[in-house]
C-alpha cells in the first residue's frame, strides 16, 4: 500500500499568510494526486489534481506542485474561509489512501 | 447541478447488516466509475470501495473485503454498498463520490454529504 504522510498534521496561522502543505508518497504517484479541503459538518471539496490542475470556481490563492512522492499545497494569502482540514489523496494504485489530514487553524 | 446524496444508514447491532444508496443526478451516471469513502468520527478520510462505469470492476479495502459489497443500478441512477457482519470499528460518516478521469490523472468529485452508520457492540 502507499502510504501519504501530511506535514504539518497542524498549522495555526494568520489571515493572509503565505502557507504550504506537504505530502510525502512512500512510493512515486505519478501525477494521480490530489488535495481536498473539508470544513466541519460538509462532505470534501477537490480543490487541484494532478497534480497543479486547479479545479474549476476554486481561488487561484490555491496551488499545488509536486512530482514523484512529494507534493505541496500552498495558498498564497490566507482568508477566512480557507481554515479547514486539508487532505491529499493518491490514485495511482489501489488501494486509494488519503492523508492523514492537516488541520489549519486561525492564530 | 451534480449532485450526490446517499441514505441507509443507521443504528445496528455488532454482526447486523446495512445496505447504503447513493442517488445521483446531473450527470450521466453509467459514464462513470464510482467511489464509497467513510470517515470515523474525528478522524481521516478512508476509502471504502470503487466501481467501473458498468459495474464489472470492483475493488475493496482489505478492512471491508468478504464482508461490503458495491454495485450500482445505471438504469436507476443509483449507486449501493450492501455492509455485511458490521463491526463497531465500521462506524463512520459513509460517502459517495464521483470518480472522474481525464487529462491525464484521477480525482473524486463531487462527493455526498454522508449518511451515518452506527455499529453498536
Known amino acids: 500500500d502507499i502510504q501519504l504522510t501530511q506535514s504539518p498534521s497542524f498549522l495555526s496561522a494568520s489571515v493572509g499568510d503565505r502557507v504550504t502543505i506537504t505530502c510525502r508518497a512512500s512510493?512515486?504517484?505519478?501525477?494521480?494526486s490530489a488535495w481536498y479541503q473539508q470544513k466541519p459538518g460538509k462532505a470534501p471539496k477537490l480543490l487541484i489534481y494532478g497534480p497543479s490542475t486547479l479545479q474549476s470556481g476554486v481561488p487561484s490563492r490555491f496551488s499545488g506542485s509536486g512530482s514523484g512522492t512529494e507534493f505541496t499545497l500552498t495558498i498564497s494569502s490566507l482568508q477566512p474561509e480557507d481554515f479547514a482540514t486539508y487532505y491529499c489523496q493518491q490514485l495511482n494504485s489501489y488501494p486509494i489512501t488519503f492523508g492523514q489530514g492537516t488541520r489549519l487553524e486561525i492564530k | 447541478e451534480v449532485q450526490l446524496v446517499e441514505s441507509g444508514g443507521g443504528l445496528v447491532q455488532s454482526g447486523e447488516s446495512l445496505r447504503l444508496s447513493c442517488a445521483a443526478s446531473g450527470f450521466t451516471f453509467a459514464s462513470y466509475a464510482m467511489t464509497w469513502v467513510r470517515q470515523a468520527p474525528g478522524k481521516g478520510l478512508e476509502w471504502v470501495s470503487s466501481i467501473s462505469a458498468i459495474g464489472t470492476g470492483t475493488y475493496y479495502a482489505d478492512s471491508v473485503k468478504g464482508r461490503f459489497t458495491i454495485s450500482r443500478d445505471n438504469s436507476k441512477n443509483t449507486l449501493y454498498l450492501q455492509m455485511n457482519s458490521l463491526r463497531a470499528e465500521d462506524t463512520a460518516l459513509y460517502h459517495c463520490?464521483?470518480?472522474?478521469?481525464?487529462?491525464?490523472?484521477?480525482?473524486?468529485?463531487?462527493w455526498g454529504q454522508g449518511t451515518l452508520v452506527t455499529v453498536s457492540s
Open positions: 512510493q512515486a504517484i505519478s501525477s494521480y
Open positions: 463520490a464521483r470518480w472522474v478521469a481525464g487529462a491525464g490523472t484521477k480525482w473524486f468529485d463531487p
